[in-house]
């Protein structure tokens, strides 16, 4: 096979796009929908995230790569060429190859064309730069079997309009038998093998940011299996009369796809994969590997599954799958996974029901009407005799916090303390916090600090719910603590909302001397940000509309080195006050958490009901950015403070996971050893746009759609311009 010859075949086929109007006519209208769809998505959502788009592109391709694959051979055979291109010294392998790789390069044009939108999301926002890239890799391996299967149809024919529909019939094959409704018709001992044929959730492992040898090697089989089918039919005037040749090859054809099979099936049991994500989600944290490497005895973990769970469960199996491999492997023996199927043995569901875990129904699509499908996906871990069980694994984005905190309060001798003082009287508000605290620590409700004789025994002190001051008494107790090497997490209120008027009033915490000791100001004031806010429902008689509230912040991480903010991407906060932070020796400062650019503050004569504000209201304000969480740390002794409470309310963590995640990553920071604090909640939320204004907003919108489309058009004027001219150039003697 001769490399030069392949260079030769592709450099032509990449040009063959360029020197007529259709390639650019296939590259503008991709931009434009592209773009527009993202910027539709990203601000109704007010996320900046990629995943809108790339969920949509195998579906465009399903249009696109029969398109630009059927010029490969289809045309070549109507316009009679493709004699004249046997006729030179190159062989069939070598001419498949160029005109993969030529389309190849073009696809990799059309994706690099839509290279401003994730530049705006880089400038614009903090995203995880590792996500971005496997998602255009996740693109560019599924547009390369999509094409691979174009090219082959085009050899089966010499009509563009029959290798159209015949390469985008077996992609959209590919594309369905991932879909519920076809899992559900196929034997149950067979669901599981057609779900991993699938292309989009092999599309989804990568794009998400782990690249997984398991998924290569099935794209690369793809690919490899139809390009070697396009050579075996352009081969077939040659080997008709060469069995040798014609044996050789299906001898090659069956080699390509027993070994992916092959392959694929020993990868099951040894994955092995690349993060690439900036915070290393699929990769076990600090915590984890020391948890795990000093195991006192062994913990037995039962993983439930059924084989035909629906498509959208099927990666969080195969991903619960790998995590337990992971521990099991970095256990060294003191990690034992049992795999039950409860659908197909009676012992495993029997014991499925004694330790908890019962079917849950999953809503599909089967036979034109919705159908419910009963089916398990949960685990227990026994260690001696202490169990904790998952009854049903929702997400896997959280799944090493939860096994790594039961493992850890399972074999603990003794779990930590952590003192909890609060005026708010509905501890059912923020169950969803306290059920999660409890994995881990010792709650006691600190009730009788007003006394001189009070002490604190205890790891750490959280304060929060606060509706009045704290007394005198109490906080010298609480500043007594601090100062003999406690540590403090204080979620600050000091303003009470009258919701029914609109009204606020402030009052003092009490323990403003303690922070000012540690170079920490509470502003009296309450925290406004134009840009990056929340948006809440209003009734309107029989009408129900959406408004973005100010008041109701998106805060992002200030620093994202600071642990509890790793992989935090933006925190809700309700209300909150913000903080100065001046320099006290011997007292190390973090910000925390800060608004966007936008953001200002009120301290007297305001309202903050909804409907009462205009951009009056916020007219004479200074707009900057406003720090709304702070940490110090002097000597053993930790303090961080918070300008809200109520984020951590049921209400506000069941909206937005980030606010659940960074209170408990707080929490593990002050009360918790580095181990601990290590074992972070890893999220896929996306982060959030930081634009300076709505107009700014709408710039930066419709310069990403109409720009790589202007520049694209002018080039084509002017590339295709200067070819006609010089094609009726005449040469004078």
């Known amino acids: ?17 360029f020197n007529n109007p259709t390639g650019f006519l296939l590259i503008i209208p991709f931009i434009l929908i592209i773009s527009i769809l993202y910027f539709q998505t990203a601000f109704l959502y007010g996320e900046a995230s990629l995943r809108s788009i790339f969920d949509l592109l195998p579906f465009f391709l399903l249009f696109l790569a029969p398109t630009i694959a059927m010029r490969t051979f289809a045309q070549e055979q109507k316009n009679k060429t493709l004699e004249l ?33 994730p530049l705006t999301t880089i400038i614009y926002a903090q995203p995880d730069l590792g996500v971005i890239i496997s998602q255009y890799l996740g693109a560019l391996f599924v547009g390369g079997a999509f094409l691979a299967i174009g090219i082959a149809a085009a050899t089966l024919t010499s009509s563009q309009v029959a290798s159209f529909l015949l390469g985008a019939a077996i992609s959209f094959g590919f594309i369905l038998l991932g879909m519920d409704f076809v899992l559900m018709a196929i034997p149950q001992f067979l669901s599981s093998f057609i779900s991993e044929l699938a292309i989009i959730p092999h599309m989804n492992n990568i794009s998400r940011g782990a690249l997984d040898l398991r998924d290569l090697l099935y794209f690369l089989t793809i690919i490899g299996t139809f390009l070697m089918l396009s050579i075996i039919k352009l081969s077939y005037r040659k080997t008709i009369e060469d069995k040798q040749a014609k044996q050789r090859q299906d001898i090659a054809l069956i080699l390509i796809i027993g070994i992916g099979i092959v392959l694929n099936i020993l990868m099951q049991n040894y994955p092995l994969r690349l993060d690439l994500t900036t915070n290393r989600l699929f990769t076990l944290s600090k915590g984890t590997k020391q948890t795990l490497q000093n195991l006192p005895d062994v913990i037995n973990i039962n993983l439930y599954n059924s084989e035909n769970v629906p498509g959208q469960f099927q990666a969080n199996v195969k991903t619960t799958k790998d995590l337990l491999k992971d521990y099991e492997s970095l256990a060294k023996g003191k990690i034992k996974v049992n795999y039950r199927n409860p659908d197909t043995n009676e012992d495993d569901k029997k ?3 004694e330790e908890g875990i019962q079917p849950v129904q999953f809503n599909t699509v089967a036979n034109n009407s919705f159908a419910v499908q009963n089916g398990y996906f949960g685990l227990s871990l026994q260690y001696s005799d202490k169990k904790e069980v998952i ?31 609060t005026q708010n009287q509905d501890k059912e508000s923020i169950q969803l916090f306290n059920n999660n605290l409890e994995t881990q620590y010792q709650l006691e409700d600190v009730t009788e600090l007003d006394s001189t004789e009070a002490k604190l025994d205890t790891s750490a002190l959280l304060i929060y719910g606060m509706q009045n001051s704290i007394g005198a008494t109490a906080s010298a107790n609480i500043a007594n603590y601090v100062n003999n090497g406690g540590d403090l997490l204080f979620l600050v209120e000091n303003h009470n909302i009258n919701t029914q008027y609109g009204t606020v009033s402030n009052f003092q915490t009490g323990l403003e001397d303690l922070m000012d000791k540690y170079g920490i100001k509470i502003n009296q004031d309450l925290v406004y940000d134009l840009q990056m806010n929340e948006t809440i429902t209003l009734n309107g008689g029989t009408l129900q509309y959406m408004i973005p509230y100010p008041f109701w ?22 209300w909150s006050n913000s903080f100065d932070l001046e320099t006290v020796e011997g007292v190390t400062h973090t910000k925390v958490l800060t608004t966007g650019q936008n953001a200002g503050s009120k301290t007297q004569n305001y309202n903050i009901l909804p409907n009462k504000l205009t951009e009056e209201t916020f007219a004479n304000d200074e707009l900057k950015p406003r720090t709304v969480a702070v940490a110090a740390q002097k000597n053993s002794s930790k303090i961080l403070a918070v300008g809200d409470s109520e984020f951590i309310f049921d209400q506000f963590t069941n909206n937005d996971p980030n606010n659940l995640n960074f209170a408990l990553n707080i929490i593990d920071w002050v009360a918790g050893d580095d181990n601990i604090a290590s074992i972070s909640r890893k999220s896929g939320m996306n982060p959030v746009f930081q634009f300076s204004s709505a107009n700014m907003a709408q710039i930066v919108k419709w310069v990403n759609i109409l720009l790589p ?6 080039f084509a004027v002017f590339y295709l311009g200067k070819r006609k001219s010089l094609a009726q150039r005449k040469y004078q003697e």
């Open 351 to 353: 014991l499925a029901n």
């Open 709 to 714: 489309s202007i520049l694209v058009t002018a």
């Open 85 to 117: 291109l046997y006729s030179q010294p190159v062989n069939e392998a070598e001419i498949v190859l160029g005109k993969f790789f030529g389309s190849m390069a073009f696809y990799l044009v059309l994706l690099l064309s839509t290279i401003l939108l």
């Open 1 to 17: 096979m001769n490399k030069k010859h392949i260079f030769t075949i592709t450099k032509k086929e990449f040009l063959s796009f």
């Open 391 to 421: 009854p049903f694994i929702q997400s896997t984005e959280n799944l090493e916090y939860q096994l790594t905190r039961y493992i850890r309060k399972m074999t603990a001798k003794e779990k930590t303390k952590l003192a909890v003082l």
């Open 553 to 574: 912040i998106k805060s992002i991480p200030a620093d994202k080195n600071f642990s509890p903010t790793a992989g935090i991407n933006s925190v809700s906060l309700i």
